[in-house]
Nanobody, 119 residues
C-alpha cells in the first residue's frame, strides 16, 4: 500500500493550508486514516485521525483549527489547517490502516510533507 501526500508549504501565521493523501495498491478496506507530525527534536505525534465511519479524533493543540475529512471512494484523506501557528511547523505524515486483498493487515505511512509557518 502506498500513500502519496501533498499540499505542504510555507505560510504566514494565521494562514491556511490543505493537505491531501491518497492511498493506492492492493487494498480491500481502510479502517482508519490519519495525520501525524514531527517537529525537529520532537517525537512524532498524532494530529488527527478519522475512521471509515467518519469518527474523528484530534490533538488538543489543533482542535477548532484543523479539520480532517476523507473520501472513501477516492481513498483519500484531507487535513484542512486554519489559523496556523509557528508551533505547527513540522513534517506531516499521513497514515492508513486496513486490510489488503489477501486479508492481511497493513499500517502504511506516506513520505511526509513539510509545513512551515512563519511568525
Amino acid at each position: 500500500v502506498q500513500l502519496q501526500a501533498s499540499g505542504g508549504g510555507l505560510v504566514q501565521a494565521g494562514g491556511s493550508l490543505r493537505l491531501s493523501c491518497a492511498a493506492s495498491g492492493s487494498i480491500f478496506s481502510i479502517s482508519a486514516m490519519g495525520w501525524y507530525r514531527q517537529a525537529p527534536g520532537k517525537q512524532r505525534e498524532l494530529v488527527a485521525a478519522i475512521t471509515n465511519g467518519g469518527s474523528t479524533n484530534y490533538a488538543d493543540s489543533v482542535k477548532d483549527r484543523f479539520t480532517i475529512s476523507r473520501d472513501n471512494a477516492k481513498r483519500t484523506v484531507y487535513l484542512q489547517m486554519n489559523s496556523l501557528k509557528p508551533e505547527d511547523t513540522a513534517v506531516y505524515y499521513c497514515n492508513a490502516r486496513g486490510r489488503g486483498l489477501r486479508w492481511e493487515t497493513f499500517d502504511s505511512w506516506g513520505q511526509g510533507t513539510q509545513v512551515t509557518v512563519s511568525s
